[in-house]
């Protein structure tokens, strides 16, 4: 399942992001959606005699992932990643991000008062929720964090599939985040993004890889020339599937 919908939850440190996302998911349930979130988690560190359960534990002795499973939870530890591998774990349809302001991903703000809202609002923030509902910007819709059912439509009429995160400076936007702005004034669209519809798709233990053009080239024609000199290689190649394993 591929997602459709991304967004975030942007804002200071106990801003009320994580209470905003909480009181969403049930609104976007009842819509029939599956849902996923990622945090920004700042300020969580694990210390060697901090650690808050076996899994930890041997996260921390050395092991390069540590799962732990029970009836009702899965709890998985692995070593830091940037957030555009972490998509490779998501299968949900829409996918709420806590934290990372800077990425291109359309943004909500979440602010207690007007003046911490205009210091987080960019060019990809979609609407403003302030604790009096105060309207920060014209042409922003701004919220109470109550009217959770308006917030939660409108994240998903303005919102979109997540972006490579890239940069591979290859599309109109030259970035991301411009690729992104673009989009949400209707001057662009996914289609505009000449990763995604790559012919290439690498994994690296099983994470996806997202891959520029120049790149896609060089590993496309490095396979098919290799591949070329085989005895029992067909003279119209179509597709090619490797699978490596080191």
């Not at 200071?12 to 994580?18: E, L, M, P």
């Not at 207690?112 to 604790?131: F, G, M, P, R, Y």
């Not at 519809?197 to 233990?205: A, G, Q, T």
């Amino acid at each position: 399942m591929a997602v459709k919908k991304c967004f975030s939850i942007i804002g200071y440190h106990n801003s009320g992001k994580t209470s905003l996302i909480e009181s969403m998911l049930p609104e976007l349930k009842t819509l029939g959606f599956s849902v996923s979130t990622i945090k920004h988690a700042t300020h969580f560190k694990l210390e060697n005699d901090k650690a808050n359960g076996d899994s930890e534990r041997l996260f921390l002795a050395g092991s390069k992932m540590s799962i732990a499973l029970s009836d009702s939870v899965t709890q998985i530890y692995t070593t830091p990643t940037k957030l555009r591998s972490a998509f490779s774990y998501i299968n949900t349809d829409i996918l709420i991000i806590e934290g990372f302001k800077g990425e291109a991903i359309p943004n909500i703000v979440r602010a207690e008062n007007i003046q911490d809202a205009k210091e987080l609002i960019n060019e990809l923030t979609i609407a403003t929720v302030i604790d009096n509902g105060e309207t920060v910007e014209e042409g922003i819709p701004s919220f109470k964090p109550e009217q959770t059912k308006e917030i939660a439509e409108l994240a998903l009429e303005r919102s979109f599939p997540p972006l490579p995160l890239l940069d591979c400076g290859h599309c109109k936007g030259g970035t991301c985040f411009n690729m992104a702005s673009l989009i949400l004034k209707g001057e662009g669209s996914l289609k505009d993004c000449v990763v995604l519809p790559s012919n290439i798709k690498l994994k690296i233990n099983n994470i996806n890889i997202p891959l520029n053009p120049f790149v896609e080239q060089i590993i496309s024609t490095v396979v098919t020339s290799l591949i070329g000199v085989l005895k029992d290689t067909p003279e119209d190649i179509k597709e090619v599937n490797l699978h490596m394993k080191l």
